[in-house]
T-cell receptor, first 113, second 111 residues
Framework: DAGVIQSPRHEVTEMGQEVTLRCKPISGHNSLFWYRQTMMRGLELLIY????????DSGMPEDRFSAKMPNASFSTLKIQPSEPRDSAVYFC???????????FGNGTRLTVT | SQQGEEDPQALSIQEGENATMNCSYK?????LQWYRQNSGRGLVHLIL?????REKHSGRLRVTLDTSKKSSSLLITASRAADTASYFCAAIYNQGGKLIFGQGTELSVKP
């Protein structure tokens, strides 16, 4: 099993540009989570999906952030326009269902200058 | 915020010693999980304890849960330099299915 795959591993962009982060969950997992990690705020849950349907997006900081899961094997997190304060490590995780342990990808380190 | 708290924030010990990390949470939980994160990597699940369990073991790991005090602890026995990492507790609250993480404990095990 390849685990959760995220791309890119690193992204450096200028303020105002659109950023798209990608995630391929583990095959057979029904739940997918997007987290953001910073030194100041720790790990914050942005949004999670069950069976490709967004269940809770209360952690999405602003309308500039959007997430989609068009099918069971792919999800995107988009920031448009990006701002320096969006700089963080973004993690995608998947699980067999609510309450089950999460399997994390290695994250995307985003730097917005 | 439902985010729990962990203490200590940082812990430095010698190889062979035991390491204990504590986690407190705020409302009723469905289960509580512990994760480990090595620098630059994603989190790795270590152990899950359900709200009706009091203690659980996995190798050198021992987790306890006290629902009356809304707290949990992770004990790593006979620590090794390779145990150096950040450790996080995370709770599934009864009100929903999302996993909320604490701020983590940074463990350093010196050889």
């Amino acid at each position: 099993d390849a685990g959760v795959i995220q791309s890119p591993r690193h992204e450096v962009t200028e303020m105002g540009q659109e950023v798209t982060l990608r995630c391929k969950p583990i095959s057979g997992h029904n739940s997918l989570f997007w987290y953001r990690q910073t030194m100041m705020r720790g790990l914050e849950l942005l949004i999670y999906f069950n069976n490709n349907v967004p269940i809770d997006d209360s952690g999405m900081p602003e309308d500039r952030f959007s997430a989609k899961m068009p099918n069971a094997s792919f999800s995107t997190l988009k920031i448009q326009p990006s701002e320096p304060r969006d700089s963080a490590v973004y993690f995608c995780a998947s699980s067999l269902g609510e309450g089950s342990p999460l399997h994390f990808g290695n994250g995307t380190r985003l730097t917005v200058t | 915020s439902q985010q729990g708290e962990e203490d200590p924030q940082a812990l430095s010990i010698q190889e062979g010693e035991n390491a204990t990390m504590n986690c407190s949470y705020k409302t009723s939980i469905n289960n509580l999980q512990w994760y480990r994160q090595n620098s630059g990597r994603g989190l790795v699940h270590l152990i899950l304890i359900r709200s009706n369990e009091r203690e659980k073991h996995s190798g050198r790991l021992r987790v306890t849960l006290d629902t009356s005090k809304k707290s949990s602890s992770l004990l790593i026995t006979a620590s090794r330099a390779a145990d150096t990492a950040s450790y996080f507790c995370a709770a599934i609250y009864n009100q929903g299915g999302k996993l909320i993480f604490g701020q983590g404990t940074e463990l350093s095990v010196k050889p």
